[in-house]
């Protein structure tokens, strides 16, 4: 399978395309300090599957951003990830916040 996760930044928005799961999310990991620079939205409309350690990097990247007093916020949220963020109790981090 060529699962593969691309991204790009559009003024403060960082927008995540393929697939964010275990076996793709660690070169994202790796740039974290360059892409989260000055970003304060990521859309993840563009992301075809997201696994439960991908939503874990959301929360991580959500989490990073309040230390630095910026308020992240997720747009296109599928109803696939809306699900899973709710199997996890998430909504008020992800979704509301």
């Not at 563009?46 to 959301?58: F, K, M, N, P």
């Not at 929360?59 to 630095?68: A, G, I, P």
């Not at 899973?84 to 109790?89: A, C, G, Q, V």
Request: hydrophobic share 40%.
């Amino acid at each position: 399978m060529n699962e593969s996760l691309s991204w790009e930044k559009t003024g403060q928005i960082l927008i995540l395309k393929g697939i964010l799961d275990r076996d793709t999310l660690l070169p994202l990991w790796q740039q974290k300090e360059k892409l989260m620079a000055d970003i304060d939205c990521i859309n993840v409309s563009q992301l075809e599957h997201v696994d439960s350690t991908g939503l874990a990097l959301l929360v991580r990247f959500k989490h990073h951003m309040q230390k630095e007093g910026v308020k992240l916020l997720f747009s296109g949220v599928s109803e696939r990830l809306s699900t899973l963020i709710t199997l996890y109790d998430l909504q008020e981090i992800i979704i509301d916040s």
